[in-house]
């Protein structure tokens, strides 16, 4: 069974910083690619930024500079490291990961207000 399990959400101030971290399991982790996408209220699901197995990392423009996706593949988990945040970045962050098959973690709840 596969299970995709998200931490370290919170609230925190603008300026703030977090760190996300999805802990995978039943899945050959090393070898898929790895996502993190946010959902805020009323808005579509979007990517925010992905690694792929070979460890190359890509952002979305609005948080380049700020956001750093990394991988333990030891630990078969994926992390999101959140500096600089702001209220535009509250929304619930997924997990994603995906080889042939896809799957979705349950989401964790970001929110950046003072």
């Known amino acids: 069974q596969v299970q995709l399990v998200e931490s370290g959400g919170g609230l925190v101030q603008p300026g703030g910083s977090l760190r996300l971290s999805c802990a995978a399991s039943?899945?050959?982790?090393?070898?898929?690619?790895m996502a993190w996408y946010r959902q805020a209220p009323g808005k579509q699901r979007e990517l925010v930024a992905r690694i792929t197995g070979g460890g190359s990392t890509n952002y979305v423009d609005s948080v380049k500079g700020r956001f750093t996706i990394s991988r333990d593949n030891a630990k078969n988990t994926v992390y999101l490291q959140m500096n600089s945040l702001k209220s535009e970045d509250t929304a619930v962050y997924y997990c994603?990961?995906?080889?042939?098959?896809?799957?979705w973690g349950q989401g964790t709840q970001v929110t950046v207000s003072s």
């Open positions: 994603y990961a995906r080889l042939i098959s896809e799957y």
């Open positions: 039943g899945i050959s982790f090393s070898r898929y690619h």
